[in-house]
């Protein structure tokens, strides 16, 4: 069975018990650019407008790019909603904002448990990066499936994405969690550098995996659609 959703060019294909959902690859591409345009901005502004960076002032300038990012990214996802016959766009929006402080609660409980610092000097730096890899994980997750379990399980346990805005949700958020981890990987080292401290190299590795990951999403559209022409030829 299939299903165009106008106004989004969204299409719907029953795959046995899973819906897959579709976007052309023009869309994928466009979505992903809002997205990154959303991360440049507010970084030109910490540096232009706030003269503020990453290096020196770590929780001023977390605060001000996710601040800047979960409306690009709630805002945007909210309109690929799943359930979009039965869910009204202010509701995803609703879920893609609760789902901003429940994925901050699992990410700075995570970096704990990984050995980030505890403390009162640390607490901004640990809550504003927390925020900001939610914005790169949850949000997304929130806006689109709700409570879902079955596609939240599938997306984040198995990796299992079976559409396009699977793959535009699982791809960056895998490598914003891949590229943190790899970012952390200086921080014991004795260099002494200013950017060693939690967490700037591993919010740095975050964002670089998340824009890969983005990258990716975009081939694997390109690539499904490749393939589909190739199999009805």
Known sequence: MKNKKKGHNIKDITRGDAVVQNLSPSKVLLSHLICGIGLASSFWLAINIYSINLIDNPA???????????????????????????????KAVARGLLGLPVGAVVHALGAIVLGAPVGT??????????????????VPAASVYGSSWVDWHRIFAQTKPIGSIDYMICLPAHGAVIGGWFGAWPMPLDWER????????????????????????????????????????
């Not at 000097?121 to 949850?138: A, G, I, K, P, V």
């Not at 919010?203 to 690539?223: E, R």
Request: glycine share 4%; hydrophobic share 50%; with cysteine.
């Open 60 to 90: 001023s300038t977390l605060r001000l790019i996710w601040l800047i990012e979960v409306p690009v990214v709630v805002l945007l996802y909210s309109l690929f909603r799943k359930d979009m016959n039965q869910s009204s766009y202010l």
């Open 121 to 138: 000097q640390y607490f901004l730096r640990t809550l504003n990066w927390s925020l900001l890899m939610s914005t790169f994980t949850f």
């Open 194 to 233: 200013t950017w060693q401290e939690w967490p700037i190299c591993v919010t740095y590795g975050a964002i670089i995996g998340y824009l890969v990951g983005m990258l990716a999403s975009f081939c694997s559209a390109v690539f499904r659609v490749s393939s589909q022409h190739v199999k009805g030829d």
